[in-house]
């Protein structure tokens, strides 16, 4: 199915009932609007969102007027467009790398969002970028959480420091990054717990790690197919740890896309990189320019 599949084909119906018209009016966009209105909300992108993007859209498109050529659905496909991308937060929000020493990339998220997985495929995707990467097992509630980055880390050929789970995460962090300065590695890339909720225990045991590594990035690593409720935990974390960006997981899944469209807009924070499958090349950089573009159809 192509991506964001209901969102595209509610938007559609909006452009459909302006066909025939000359000119954009104050008249013929209210039922348009009320089409885009109803598909972002399907989407599960919060109202005040969607109360802002449909007000933009609307004010824009009433003020275009005749121009030559261009149809009237063509211009509120090419203004939603233009507000879709800002919404998503308009440029590419890069990774950001140590000046010197190693880069330290803090990875945090609730279980089964992904978090493991994305450890792995972050060090798949800086390799190709030519760095050198490894992986810090900093989850020491579950044992299978940290076997299963050392199986992840060799499925990418990157190193895995782990230190079993009676050394608090901290520690753990702290010797993992001693030992990437020894060996001049440039990204280190640690795993933190994952909880069924976001409760005090996690949040300030993130916040120890935090201070003890000092990291270049803190990415909040978010499920897709939670819609805005994404939105929210990127929120919370960043209000509560502050955060540098979050991950988007799973959209290749049947997400509706309420959470690529609201984590910038409600959090302040933007999304870096998104996970598009479960092999470890599925992870690329979040481009609001081609999203929308995907979006649109
Ligand atoms: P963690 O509990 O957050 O560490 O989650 P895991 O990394 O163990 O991932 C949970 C499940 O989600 C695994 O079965 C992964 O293969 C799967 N998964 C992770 N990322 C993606 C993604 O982008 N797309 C899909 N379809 N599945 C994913």
Request: glycine letters at 10%.
């Amino acid at each position: 199915a192509e991506m964001f599949g209901q969102l595209t084909s509610g938007l559609e119906a909006a452009w459909s009932k302006l066909r025939g018209q000359e000119v954009l009016t104050k008249e013929n966009i209210v039922e348009p609007m009320r089409d885009i209105r109803r598909a972002l909300l399907e989407a599960d992108v919060s109202l005040p969102v969607v109360r802002r993007f449909v007000q933009s859209v609307s004010d824009q498109a009433v003020g275009v007027g005749l121009i030559r050529g261009v149809r009237p659905d063509q211009q509120l496909v090419k203004i939603v467009h233009g507000e879709l991308v800002k919404l998503m937060g308009g440029e590419v929000s890069e990774l950001v790398f140590a000046k010197s020493g190693p880069t330290v990339i803090l990875l945090a998220g609730l279980q089964g969002v992904g978090k493991t997985t994305v450890c792995a495929k972050l060090a798949f995707y800086l390799k190709k970028l030519g760095k050198s990467c490894m992986l810090v097992a900093g989850d020491v509630y579950r044992p299978a959480a940290i076997d299963q980055l050392v199986i992840l880390g060799k499925q990418v050929d990157v190193p895995v420091y782990t230190a079993g789970t009676d050394v608090k995460p901290s520690e753990i962090a702290k010797q993992g990054l001693e030992k990437a300065r020894k060996n001049n590695i440039d990204v280190v890339i640690v795993d933190t717990a994952g909880r069924l909720q976001i409760d005090k225990t996690m949040m300030d045991e993130l916040k120890e790690v935090k201070q003890a590594i000092n990291p270049t990035e803190v990415l909040l690593v978010v499920d897709a197919m939670t819609g805005q409720e994404a939105a929210a935990l990127v929120t919370t974390f960043n209000l509560e740890v502050g955060i540098t960006g979050a991950i988007l997981t799973k959209l290749d899944g049947d997400s509706r896309g309420g959470a690529a469209l609201s984590v910038k807009e409600v959090s302040g924070k933007p999304i870096k990189l998104v996970g598009r499958g479960e092999r470890m090349e599925d992870l690329e950089p979040f481009y609001p320019e081609r999203m929308a573009g995907r979006i649109l159809g």
